[in-house]
Nanobody, 126 residues
Framework: QVQLVESGGGLVQPGGSLTLACAAS????????IVWFRQAPGKEREGVSC???????TYADSVKGRFTISRDNAKNTVYLQMNSLKPDDTAVYYC????????????????????WGQGTQVTVSS
Protein backbone atom coordinates (compact mmCIF):
# COMPACT_ATOMS: atom_id res chain seq x y z
CA GLN A 1 0.00 0.00 0.00
CA VAL A 2 1.64 3.18 -1.22
CA GLN A 3 1.14 6.08 1.13
CA LEU A 4 2.53 9.59 1.38
CA VAL A 5 1.92 11.81 4.38
CA GLU A 6 2.91 15.47 4.49
CA SER A 7 3.60 17.38 7.67
CA GLY A 8 5.29 20.54 8.85
CA GLY A 9 2.95 23.19 7.56
CA GLY A 10 1.83 26.12 9.61
CA LEU A 11 1.67 29.86 9.92
CA VAL A 12 4.85 31.82 9.36
CA GLN A 13 5.68 35.47 8.84
CA PRO A 14 7.06 36.74 5.55
CA GLY A 15 10.77 36.09 5.41
CA GLY A 16 10.45 33.13 7.72
CA SER A 17 11.17 29.48 7.15
CA LEU A 18 9.39 26.16 7.33
CA THR A 19 10.44 22.62 6.61
CA LEU A 20 7.88 20.25 5.18
CA ALA A 21 8.22 16.50 5.36
CA CYS A 22 6.80 13.82 3.11
CA ALA A 23 6.90 10.45 4.80
CA ALA A 24 6.52 7.46 2.52
CA SER A 25 5.36 3.95 3.20
CA UNK A 26 4.58 0.97 1.04
CA UNK A 27 7.54 1.52 -1.24
CA UNK A 28 11.22 2.27 -1.10
CA UNK A 29 11.44 6.01 -1.37
CA UNK A 30 15.03 6.07 -2.52
CA UNK A 31 14.01 4.30 -5.72
CA UNK A 32 11.49 6.95 -6.74
CA UNK A 33 11.26 10.54 -7.76
CA ILE A 34 9.19 12.62 -5.36
CA VAL A 35 7.53 15.86 -6.38
CA TRP A 36 6.20 18.71 -4.30
CA PHE A 37 3.15 20.55 -5.61
CA ARG A 38 1.18 23.36 -4.10
CA GLN A 39 -2.26 24.80 -4.62
CA ALA A 40 -3.32 28.24 -3.52
CA PRO A 41 -6.98 29.17 -3.10
CA GLY A 42 -8.58 29.79 -6.46
CA LYS A 43 -5.53 28.64 -8.38
CA GLU A 44 -4.54 25.46 -10.11
CA ARG A 45 -2.06 23.09 -8.60
CA GLU A 46 1.49 23.89 -9.58
CA GLY A 47 4.77 22.08 -9.34
CA VAL A 48 7.30 23.32 -6.82
CA SER A 49 10.23 20.94 -6.75
CA CYS A 50 11.26 17.42 -7.60
CA UNK A 51 13.99 15.07 -6.50
CA UNK A 52 14.99 11.98 -8.44
CA UNK A 53 15.95 8.64 -7.00
CA UNK A 54 19.57 9.68 -7.46
CA UNK A 55 19.05 13.07 -5.76
CA UNK A 56 19.03 15.24 -8.83
CA UNK A 57 16.75 18.18 -8.05
CA THR A 58 14.65 20.65 -9.96
CA TYR A 59 12.76 23.74 -8.87
CA ALA A 60 10.09 26.00 -10.19
CA ASP A 61 11.39 29.44 -11.05
CA SER A 62 9.21 30.97 -8.37
CA VAL A 63 11.02 29.13 -5.58
CA LYS A 64 14.50 28.55 -6.94
CA GLY A 65 17.10 29.88 -4.54
CA ARG A 66 14.66 29.87 -1.63
CA PHE A 67 13.51 26.25 -1.38
CA THR A 68 15.61 23.12 -1.08
CA ILE A 69 14.37 19.59 -1.58
CA SER A 70 16.21 16.68 -0.02
CA ARG A 71 15.68 13.13 1.10
CA ASP A 72 16.60 11.05 4.12
CA ASN A 73 16.49 7.47 2.97
CA ALA A 74 16.93 6.12 6.48
CA LYS A 75 13.70 7.83 7.46
CA ASN A 76 12.01 7.17 4.12
CA THR A 77 11.20 10.86 3.99
CA VAL A 78 11.59 13.73 1.56
CA TYR A 79 11.85 17.28 2.86
CA LEU A 80 11.18 20.69 1.46
CA GLN A 81 13.10 23.41 3.25
CA MET A 82 11.43 26.73 2.54
CA ASN A 83 13.27 29.94 3.30
CA SER A 84 12.49 33.59 2.68
CA LEU A 85 8.83 32.78 2.50
CA LYS A 86 6.47 35.16 0.77
CA PRO A 87 2.71 35.59 1.01
CA ASP A 88 2.47 34.13 -2.49
CA ASP A 89 3.85 30.88 -1.08
CA THR A 90 0.63 30.42 0.85
CA ALA A 91 -0.92 27.19 -0.35
CA VAL A 92 -1.65 23.61 0.48
CA TYR A 93 1.51 21.66 -0.25
CA TYR A 94 1.35 18.11 -1.53
CA CYS A 95 3.93 15.48 -2.26
CA UNK A 96 3.38 13.00 -5.03
CA UNK A 97 4.94 10.18 -6.96
CA UNK A 98 4.12 7.71 -9.69
CA UNK A 99 4.64 3.99 -9.73
CA UNK A 100 7.97 3.30 -11.32
CA UNK A 101 8.96 6.93 -11.74
CA UNK A 102 12.62 7.48 -10.99
CA UNK A 103 13.19 10.79 -12.73
CA UNK A 104 11.71 14.26 -12.72
CA UNK A 105 9.77 15.91 -15.48
CA UNK A 106 10.09 19.61 -16.18
CA UNK A 107 6.38 19.84 -16.89
CA UNK A 108 4.97 19.11 -13.42
CA UNK A 109 1.70 17.80 -14.79
CA UNK A 110 -0.49 16.69 -11.93
CA UNK A 111 -2.00 13.84 -13.91
CA UNK A 112 1.42 12.27 -14.25
CA UNK A 113 1.36 11.25 -10.60
CA UNK A 114 -0.69 8.47 -9.10
CA UNK A 115 0.06 8.80 -5.41
CA TRP A 116 -0.54 11.89 -3.35
CA GLY A 117 -0.42 12.87 0.25
CA GLN A 118 -3.28 14.63 1.98
CA GLY A 119 -1.56 18.01 1.89
CA THR A 120 -0.28 20.36 4.54
CA GLN A 121 -1.27 24.00 4.81
CA VAL A 122 1.38 26.70 4.63
CA THR A 123 0.24 30.21 5.41
CA VAL A 124 2.63 33.13 5.08
CA SER A 125 1.21 36.23 6.68
CA SER A 126 2.19 39.02 9.00
Amino acid sequence: QVQLVESGGGLVQPGGSLTLACAASGFTLDSYAIVWFRQAPGKEREGVSCITFSDFTTYADSVKGRFTISRDNAKNTVYLQMNSLKPDDTAVYYCATQWGRKYCSPYYRTDSYDYWGQGTQVTVSS
